[in-house]
């Protein structure tokens, strides 16, 4: 009598479960009641779709973790990813997937925004979270580089002037060796010119009386610029009106001032992934000019304070996206991990860098080197087609496991049912934890698959179930003993399952990730309506009919003459 009631209670069970997910799953059977909660189930536990199936934006950024230390790369990346998943959750983007993926050797960021539109839009969404850092001057290192070549330039420039000294074609050599942009392609020819109109260095010689016309002065002439090779053609005019018409070829000269910042600038190895809070600042208590105060977290105070040591009387200079916007002189050592921004910033200027920083700033530079609109019409022909798949599959499997089984495939059927209700609740539900599941066609596929998995537990129980029947044992007796003898199969081919999922999950790509995910969770849930849902519903319904299989679609097996076998029947 107790087993009897602790079934009737497992079998309530069952059907609260069954109504419960079946709710959940598909919330417009609310809409058939008085009371509705179907808009409430709706917009709280919204079934998340994949770029694939409602369009969206698809973005791909290349990192740069070149400046990164090896051990440190895998830390910045995972940083730069958290970075960007907070700002595309500040738009309010909801199921989005942010990925990091590889290219060869290029690490890459993957953004995939459903439901978005303007691609513009969504790039300048992500562009707008700063690149911050914090570099050191690399004035001693490229000093002694810059004295190197501009020794090398301007013995190449006195080769080639005693070349042309020596009577080889002017023209030629200007078309070889110069490096002036707007007369190179010229042979070097700067047409005529007024006094005044070249840098003094290079006007007083072109203008010299006692150089003459049709020759090359024989002397190098360095300016700003380089070193100047300089040959006068002809002239015209006299007095004021005096015009030059000269050629030159030019050797470059590199100076510091002409070095990018991002040269000039060494990096330190403390950025944004080290900041701990930003917030307005002014210069004076309460008045003057507005300016970012940043305070770094434990590890970039120290590398502020080891980075301020060495660095007095320098300038340490803060870059923002790439750029300088700040090179304050360092008066002395700061060891308590606060800085400043300052600049030319109006109070709204401030205040939204301070927002874009707080939202985090990228520990490595990203640069956009993909991009994809997907259009939704082609995801929701997609999803329709899929669905639609499903329901003829889940159709024929249903008249297959009923005709073949009959009564034993009716519960086979209610419970494939139940488990396609729980897993799409499951999906829904997901919403409500830090991990929500977004249906993608691959993910459809891993449902589908598991579909067939569910079924084949079932196939294998109720078929060891049919041989105990075949031996003269009853209904309620054949049934545990299938369900015995089925486990270790069905385990067995559950688990192996598994294990193929995690390796996918572990080493696939996005979409590979996605079906097995889907495929692990219908493996579960397939080995829980196999052993637990569909093994309560039988032994609540089925009574000791044993003498009738009709139903079963299995005739009584006598044994043979002379062979006992327990539970059946001695054969005539």
């Known amino acids: 009598m107790k087993q009897n009631e602790k079934i009737r209670w497992q079998f309530a069970g069952v059907l609260g479960l069954a109504l419960v997910s079946g709710i959940i799953a598909y919330p417009k059977v609310l809409s058939y009641l008085p009371f509705s909660a179907e808009t409430a189930i709706e917009q709280k536990l919204k079934m998340n779709l994949g770029l ?7 973005l791909e950024y290349a990192a740069d973790t070149s400046q990164v230390p090896a051990g440190k ?93 020596a009577g080889e074609d002017f023209a030629s050599l200007a ?17 005529f010119v007024k006094k005044g109109m ?43 009106a005096l015009e030059v018409h000269a050629a030159h070829i030019l050797f470059p000269k590199e100076s510091l001032d002409m070095v990018p910042d991002s040269i000039k600038y060494k990096t330190t190895g403390l950025s944004g992934k080290n900041l701990k809070t930003a917030a307005v600042d002014y210069q004076t208590q309460g008045f003057g000019t507005p300016q970012v105060a940043l305070q770094f977290d434990s590890e970039g105070a120290k590398l502020f304070a080891d980075l301020t040591k060495r660095n007095i009387g320098k300038q340490v200079a803060i870059f923002l996206d790439g750029e300088v916007v700040s090179a304050p002189t360092v ?84 419970a494939l049912l139940v488990y396609s209700a729980m897993l799409l609740a499951i999906f829904r539900l997901s919403n409500l934890t830090p991990f929500p599941i977004t249906l993608t066609l691959s993910g459809i596929a891993g449902f589908i698959l598991s579909i067939g998995i ?15 029947l075949s031996y003269g044992k009853s209904v309620r007796k054949s049934l545990e003993e299938g369900f015995n003898r089925a486990w270790p199969s ?15 999950t572990m080493l696939g ?36 009919w044993a003498e009738d299989r009709k139903m079963l679609l299995v005739a009584p097996k006598k044994a043979p003459e002379g062979e006992v076998i327990p539970g059946v029947k001695k054969g005539k």
Do not use: C
């Open 490 to 504: 069905i385990r067995d081919g559950h688990v192996s399952t598994l294990i193929t999922t995690v390796v996918l």
């Open 175 to 191: 078309g070889t060796y110069s490096q002036d942009p707007g007369s190179k392609d010229k042979a070097g020819d700067l047409g």
């Open 73 to 165: 790369k895998a830390e910045a990346l995972q940083a730069a990813l958290s970075v960007v998943e907070r700002r595309v959750n500040a738009f309010g983007v909801g199921e989005s997937v942010i990925q990091l993926s590889k290219s060869g050797s290029e690490d890459r960021i993957i953004v995939e925004l459903p439901g978005v539109k303007d691609i513009e839009e969504a790039k300048k969404m992500l562009k707008e979270t700063p690149f911050l850092e914090f570099r050191e001057s690399n004035e001693a290192e490229l000093s002694g580089q810059i004295a190197l070549a501009n020794d090398a330039s301007e013995k190449q420039a006195q080769d080639v002037l005693a070349r042309t000294l």
């Open 331 to 414: 008066q002395n050592e700061i060891p308590d991990g606060r800085a400043v921004i300052t600049g030319n910033f109006t109070l709204a200027e401030v205040k939204n860098l301070v927002q874009r920083l707080n939202e985090g700033a990228l520990p490595v530079p990203i640069t956009l080197v993909g991009q994809q609109s997907i259009d939704a019409s082609l995801g929701e022909g997609a999803l329709r087609q899929s669905v639609f798949a499903g329901a003829v599959g889940l159709l024929a499997v249903s008249i297959f496991m009923v005709l073949y089984y009959r009564f034993l495939g009716l519960g086979a059927v209610f």
């Open 198 to 240: 070249f840098v003094p260095e290079f006007d007083s010689v072109i203008f010299k009386d006692d150089f003459k016309v049709g020759t090359i002065y024989p002397e190098l002439v360095e300016s700003q610029f380089g070193w100047h090779i300089i040959k006068k053609i002809e002239t015209r005019g006299e007095g004021d």
């Open 52 to 58: 694939d199936l409602q369009g969206g934006i698809h």
């Open 509 to 544: 790509t996005g979409f590979v990730k996605g079906f097995a995910v889907i495929l692990a969770l219908g493996v579960l849930l397939s080995l829980f309506t196999a052993v637990v849902l569909v093994h309560t519903w039988l032994r609540f319904v089925v009574g000791d």
């Open 454 to 468: 569910a079924v084949d537990a079932n196939v294998l129980i109720f078929e060891r179930t049919r041989e105990e």
